[in-house]
């Protein structure tokens, strides 16, 4: 299984943490998600082109971490 191989690298690799992924029930294709420290970017798309990915099938979103939620405050 190709996609679960490349998962594998990019957390050997340090370059993504809380690698998953979800496998199609019928093409054999995958879903396949992580997140990515962003200096390292260039090499997971390195990765992924280098095992066969278009670069049409990958998919980059940017979001920002707000910090852990505490209980009992208000939002502002």
Do not use: F
Not at 29 to 55: F, I, K, M
Request: no cysteine; charged share 25%.
């Amino acid at each position: 299984m190709p996609q679960l191989a490349i998962g594998e690298d990019l957390e050997d690799l340090g370059v993504a943490r809380n690698v998953a992924l979800a496998q199609d029930v019928h093409t054999g294709h995958g879903l396949l998600t992580a997140e990515v420290y962003a200096e390292s970017t260039d090499a997971v798309l390195e990765r992924l082109v280098s095992s066969g990915a278009t670069e049409e099938d990958i998919k980059l979103a940017r979001l920002d971490e707000v910090g852990p939620i505490k209980l009992g405050r208000t939002g502002a």
